[in-house]
DNA sequence: GTGGTCTAGACCACG
DNA sequence: GTGGTCTAGACCACC
C-alpha cells in the first residue's frame, strides 16, 4: 500500500490521507478508473478510524478526485490526473515558499537560506539515493 | 515594536509571539536583562487578550527564556541568547526540512525541489532586496 | 476518584491536579496507555473550571507525561512511569530538604530538629497507622 | 547585617526580611530596646525597594515585635523575645509538618520518610559542621 | 464525545 | 504599576 500515517505530522490524519490519494493519481500511481481502497480495509490497514477515512474520501469526492460508483466503491474520475498534478504542484509550492519566508523573516540572509536548504537535500537524498547507486 | 501577528498564520497566537520573543532575544533585538513589553501593553498593541499575551510569556518562562521580577515585570535571562539561538536554528531547519521531505516524497527528484526552491527564493528576494540594489 | 483539591494549600489548583496525576503515574494507580479522566468530567467531579484542569493537563503534555490523541483523551505516555518516579522523589527531596534549611537557619541545631521531625511523624503516623495496630 | 534575602526562593522578599527578623530576635541577635536598621537603609543594603522594607517593618509592628518610637526609629518591644521563639518554633514545625505530609501522601511509609529526612539532614550538617570539627 | 484556542473580566500578591 | 490564578463561555478541529 502506498499510504502511511506519519503521528508526528501535525497536520490531521484525514488530510494526510487525502493528500495522498492525490499524489498517487498526480504521479500515476492511481490512473482514471482505478477503485481506491474501500473506508473499512484501508482503516484497518493503517489502524485508524473509519470515520476518518470516511472524511478523507469525502473531500476526495468534494475536490472532484473520485467518483461514487454505488455498489462498487469510489473511483478516481477521468480528468482527474491532470488537477492532482496541478493541487500537488501548489501544496508544495506553498510549503516551500513559507520555509523560505520563515528563515528570511527570522533575519538569516539568501544565501544562508541556501546553504540551510542544500545542507537538508543532501540529507535527504541519502535517503532516496544510495552513494553510488546513480552514476 | 518587533512583533506582527499574522492572522492567515494557522499557528495559535500565543505560539507566534513566543517565538517572534525568542526570535528577537537569538538576533539580539532583546538582550539579557532587557525587560519584554508588559502582558498590557502588548495585548493592548497586538489588538489580543491579556490571557493570551500571558499564555506565550508563561512557556517563554518555563522555556527559560525570561524570568519574572515580581512587580517588576519579565526579565531577558542571562544565558538566554545561545539557546534561542539553537532554538531558532532548528525551528527553520524543521521546517526547511519538512518541506523538501513533502516534495521528495511527491515524487520531485531533487533537481525538480532545486528548481521549485530557487523560484520561490527569487520570489521572496524581491521583498527584501529591491532588484538591482545589490550587484 | 484519585484526585482531591485542598482548597486550603497555596498552591495553584492546576498544580495540585498536575502534581497529582504524576503521582498516580508514578504510584502505579496510572498505567503506560492509560486514558486520564477527561478535562470537562474531571472538572465537573473537582467543581472547577475546565480551563484550569486543562491548564494542568497542559503542563502534563509540555512535560512528556500524557500525549494527545485527537478526538479520544490524553494517555499516559509509554515511557512515563519512570520519569514520574524520578519526579516526585525530587519533589519530596526538596520539600523536606528545604524545611531542614529553614529548622538549622533558624538556630536550632541537628538534634533540635531530629526531635521536631520525630514528634512530627509520630502524630502524622497516628493518622495512617491506629495505635496499637502494628506492634 | 544579619540578612540575606534568596531570590530562588519563593515567598516574597517582605515576608523573608520580616521572618529574619523575627529569627534573630527569637535567637538573642536582636535584643530589647535595640534599634532596627532604617526603611532606606536596609533598602539600600539588600538592593531592595524601600516599600517592599517598609511592608516588612509594618508586618512586624502588627505583630507587635518592633514599635515606633518617633524620631528615631523602630525598637525591639520589651516583651517580643518570647513571643518571637513561640513564632519561630510554630513557623519551622509546620513547615516540617507539611512536608512529611506531602511525603507519606505520596506513598512513602515511615521508614523511607526517614531515610529521606536522615539524608537530606545528613547533607546539609556538613555545611553547618565541618568534619573533625565538633568530636 | 474529545482537546485546543481565544475572549472577557474578576481577584490577588508584589513593589 | 506588574504578573498569576481562576471563572465563564464561545468556537474550532478531530473522531
Redesign the interface.
Known amino acids: 500500500m502506498f499510504l502511511h500515517i506519519d503521528a508526528a505530522d501535525s497536520t ?2 484525514y488530510d494526510q490521507i487525502a493528500r495522498q490519494v492525490v ?1 498517487a493519481v ?2 500515476g500511481a492511481l490512473a482514471a478508473g482505478d477503485l481506491i481502497p474501500s473506508v473499512r480495509e484501508l482503516a484497518r490497514e493503517l489502524a485508524v ?1 473509519p470515520n476518518t477515512v470516511a472524511r478523507a474520501y469525502r473531500e476526495l469526492q468534494a475536490q472532484g478526485v473520485v467518483e461514487s460508483s454505488p455498489g462498487v466503491g469510489l473511483l478516481v474520475r477521468s480528468g482527474a490526473k491532470r488537477a492532482c498534478q496541478r493541487a ?1 504542484r501548489e ?3 506553498q ?14 540572509d ?1 544565501d544562508e ?2 546553504a ?2 542544500r545542507a ?2 543532501d ?3 541519502h535517503r ?2 544510495r552513494p553510488g547507486e546513480s552514476a
Open positions: 490531521p490524519v499524489f498526480a504521479g478510524n500537488r501544496a508544495l509550492r510549503r516551500v515558499s513559507s520555509a523560505l519566508r520563515a528563515t528570511l523573516d527570522a533575519g538569516l539568501p537560506a541556501e540551510l536548504f537538508e537535500l540529507k535527504l537524498c532516496y539515493q
